[in-house]
T-cell receptor, first 111, second 114 residues
Framework: QKEVEQNSGPLSVPEGAIASLNCTYS??????FFWYRQYSGKSPELIMF????GDKEDGRFTAQLNKASQYVSLLIRDSQPSDSATYLC???????????FGAGTRLFVKA | DAGVIQSPRHEVTEMGQEVTLRCKPISGHDYLFWYRQTMMRGLELLIYFNNNVPIDDSGMPEDRFSAKMPNASFSTLKIQPSEPRDSAVYFC????????????FGSGTRLTVV
């Protein structure tokens, strides 16, 4: 079992729709959870982090965490073609700074 | 701040040659990480440093790989001898420390070993 699992996609949504990206993790002691966006040929850039159960909103992005289910999600409202990228879920374990990345979900937003 | 700076951006080398990748973290960031990204394996952590000291090198694939951080503003990742399967994008990232800080990645070095 992979430590951080994501659906590789591609996930295709029309412009203006909500894109929902999901991630599960295996280490129940994990403390911090991150979403990175990576455009083709570029480096990952941090867009959200969450560490408490529930929702966290930042602009068009909402991160959701359910530690009991070991599940993290990212919602992108009013999706734009510029949101087309690979979204990486990353999980940091307890007591350390080692972060494990999922394989990423490719998102296409159709104009 | 110029961000995390990596060099070179691209490197093409022949099998068996030594390759050295360089990284300058963001000033004041106490943690430095080296990752490798391939289509097959995604982003893999190779090694990370705290205050210039290597903390976890369990991801370094073989003895052919070595990393150093002689001071707070410079780190190297060396592959000797290089092999075609080492071809990947190598990212350096830094972090100021603390549980809830993410990483700032450099632009990466695309390594091709022929």
């Amino acid at each position: 079992q992979k430590e951080v699992e994501q659906n590789s996609g591609p996930l295709s949504v029309p412009e203006g729709a909500i894109a929902s990206l999901n991630c599960t993790y295996s280490d129940r002691g994990s403390q911090s959870f991150f979403w990175y966006r990576q455009y083709s040929g570029k480096s990952p850039e941090l867009i959200m982090f969450i560490y408490s159960n529930g929702d966290k909103e930042d602009g068009r992005f909402t991160a959701q965490l359910n530690k009991a289910s070991q599940y993290v999600s990212l919602l992108i409202r009013d999706s734009q073609p510029s949101d087309s990228a690979t979204y990486l879920c990353a999980v940091k374990g307890a007591g350390g700074f080692k972060t494990i990345f999922g394989a990423g979900t490719r998102l296409f937003v159709k104009a | 701040d110029a961000g995390v700076i990596q060099s070179p951006r691209h490197e093409v080398t022949e099998m068996g040659q030594e390759v050295t990748l360089r990284c300058k973290p963001i000033s004041g960031h106490d943690y430095l990480f080296w990752y490798r990204q391939t289509m097959m394996r995604g982003l893999e952590l190779l090694i990370y440093f705290n205050n210039n000291v290597p903390i976890d090198d369990s991801g370094m694939p073989e003895d052919r790989f070595s990393a150093k951080m002689p001071n707070a503003s410079f780190s190297t990742l060396k592959i000797q001898p290089s092999e075609p399967r080492d071809s990947a994008v190598y990212f350096c990232a830094s972090n100021p420390g603390g549980e809830n800080y993410g990483y700032t990645f450099g632009s990466g070095t695309r390594l091709t070993v022929v």
